[in-house]
Nanobody, 125 residues
Framework: QVQLVESGGGLVQAGGSLSLSCAASGRTFSNFAMTWFRQAPGKEREFVAFIRMSGFTTYYADSVKGRFTISRDNAKNTVNLQMNSLKPEDTAVYYC??????????????????WGQGTQVTVSS
């Protein structure tokens, strides 16, 4: 089992920045790929950013590319999501996940067995 706890959400004005953090405990953190998903009210959950076990490979949703940066510290068992130039459409609950997705399934929520409880991000216009 892996336990994931997100933090860092909050209210920010459009154009501002927030940094989300996800602390992992349980099984060896460095053995898992980590991904952030988000879900806005009334909308389907969507992929945000992915990072491989090594931290050398990352993928981003087109909607956040160039604005968000995912990173991990395997020594501290944490994964972070730095969010800059935030837009009102970034408002959502953000979830940290861990798993071993097959190639091509990194963007699929069902590929991740471990999920955090989520943290709310609200961007005001």
């Amino acid at each position: 089992q892996v336990q994931l706890v997100e933090s860092g959400g909050g209210l920010v004005q459009a154009g501002g920045s927030l940094s989300l953090s996800c602390a992992a405990s349980g099984r060896t953190f460095s053995n898992f790929a980590m991904t952030w998903f988000r879900q806005a009210p009334g909308k389907e959950r969507e992929f945000v950013a992915f990072i491989r076990m090594s931290g050398f490979t990352t993928y981003y949703a087109d909607s956040v590319k160039g604005r968000f940066t995912i990173s991990r510290d395997n020594a501290k068992n944490t994964v972070n999501l730095q969010m800059n130039s935030l837009k009102p459409e970034d408002t959502a609950v953000y979830y940290c996940t861990a798993g071993h997705p097959e190639s091509g399934l990194e963007y699929v929520g069902s590929a991740y067995p471990y999920w955090g409880q989520g943290t709310q991000v609200t961007v005001s216009s």
